[in-house]
């Protein structure tokens, strides 16, 4: 196919077969989603009596956000395994990270106070 | 074809994912630091700029729209579209990284750089007020004791002293901006614990800890964290501008006339969606962290662009 004479055409169809660019429509109905839950993010930001809990709202929020981000805008949504096991392994590794991290700090001074 | 598109995707992510432990490191150091010091961190963030945040936010989402419309108006052939879009992106990119820039300005005019050597005029005005006050404090306590037997008066003379060495003390100029800056913010009651020891009374009669009380040099650290991470998103930020303006002028020089090349857009974009969704968690751990009101929020924004006049 790369000797062709319409590689424009023919390149196109190859890749509309195996792999969909989304159409304006559904791009604005994420981003419209997306902007609501940015609303959502400042509005959670600005209850001030939550206490604790703040903090863990606005990041479900944010991971909510960044999830559909990945999904839809990063198109994981037709990303093949080997790419879809790549981002999870990101999310893997930074878990460790926080975890050994994490478990280190949080118990340095249990003996101390 | 499709499995070199595939094989450059996922080179992409590759690269992505090493972004991510990057942002990680940075975001898994200031998680420590806030649970060790989880009142320092929020009168921080209650000294940051929510308005011009909250904007940049909507900014970026939209540039993240853009960018996809771009890469299906490569991907149909539009090489208009292309053109269009990865200019708006460009703009709107730009646009937060102006109001960033606006904002690290006004917080260097509050005096908010841990470590900084000068006190804004407001603060110095503040610390002369409270030090007088200290002073004089102390003078009346001294001169009470005079009235008083021995043992009361000694210990009455002594706390003057204390009173008038504290108000002697040099001014450490960040706390004392810091102080300033928080006094705009009304729905921030924290009080610093470095004024509680004697604003309150001889330790140990403290009672009224509010919720949010300081550590001023704590407070210090966070602004370590807010200025190196947005500092690194704001890098991140510069490269992808760059990115954008090379392919809008090989857009315009006809390389994406071939339409196959919607991969080089498409890469990009992931990388571009990356800085987004890193900021999705910068708002709520740095900007929303502490109390902030949408009003107060609005009216830093209001005031950063030069619409209100007065206040802050």
Not at chain 2, 72 to 79: A, E, K, L, N, V
Not at chain 2, 105 to 119: A, C, H, M, Q, T
Not at chain 2, 171 to 184: C, I, R, W, Y
Request: hydrophobic share 50%; charged share 15%; net charge negative.
């Amino acid at each position: 196919m790369a000797h062709d004479h319409h590689p424009k055409t023919d390149v196109h169809i190859e890749e509309a077969v195996t792999h969909d660019v989304a159409p304006p429509g559904r791009t604005f109905v994420v981003f419209f989603i997306l902007v609501g839950l940015a609303f959502l993010a400042l509005f959670v930001g600005f209850q001030n009596d939550l206490g604790p809990w703040k903090v863990l709202a606005s990041l479900c929020v944010a991971a909510v956000q960044a999830s559909i981000l990945a999904v839809f805008f990063m198109d994981l949504r037709q990303a093949d395994k080997v790419t879809w096991l790549i981002a999870l392994s990101g999310l893997f590794f930074s878990g460790l990270q926080f975890l050994f991290t994490l478990t280190d700090y949080m118990t340095r001074y249990l003996g101390v106070l | 074809m499709g499995q070199q598109l595939a094989t450059v995707r996922m080179g992409m992510w590759v690269f992505l994912v090493t972004e991510v432990l990057f942002f990680g490191g940075a975001f898994c150091a200031y998680t420590t630091y806030r649970i060790m010091y989880p009142m320092d961190f929020e009168a921080g963030s209650a000294a940051l700029n929510v308005g011009i945040a909250g904007v940049n936010t909507f900014l970026l989402l939209t540039s993240s729209l853009t960018i996809t419309l771009a890469m299906r108006g490569c991907f149909i052939g539009s090489r208009k579209t292309l053109a269009r879009c990865l200019l708006l992106t460009t703009l709107l990119g730009s646009a937060f990284l102006g109001l960033k820039a606006r904002e690290y300005f006004l917080d260097y005019e509050e005096g908010l750089i841990p470590g900084v050597s000068k006190l804004t005029p407001a603060a110095a005005e503040a610390h002369a007020a409270r030090t007088a006050a200290l002073y004089a404090e102390g003078e009346k306590l001294q001169a009470d004791a005079k009235a008083e037997s021995d043992i009361v008066a000694r210990d009455l003379y002594e706390r003057g002293a204390d009173l008038k060495s504290r108000a002697a003390l040099p001014p450490v100029a960040f706390n004392e901006n810091l102080k300033v800056a928080l006094s705009h913010n009304k729905a921030f009651t924290g009080r610093p614990l470095d004024e509680q020891a004697y604003d309150q009374g001889p330790a140990g009669t403290s009672t009224a800890a509010g919720a949010h009380d300081y550590d001023p040099y704590k407070v210090q650290l966070f602004f370590m964290f807010y200025y190196s991470m947005t500092g690194l998103h704001v890098l991140h930020m510069i490269i992808g501008i760059g990115l954008l303006i090379w392919q809008y002028v090989l857009t315009a020089r006809g390389f994406f006339d071939y339409t196959a090349r919607y991969i080089y857009i498409e890469t990009m974009s992931l990388y571009w969606h990356f800085v987004d969704m890193v900021w999705m968690f910068i708002l709520p751990m740095l900007y929303l962290t502490g109390p902030h009101t949408a009003g107060h929020a609005i009216e830093q924004f209001k005031h950063a662009v030069g619409l209100a006049t007065g206040g802050h």
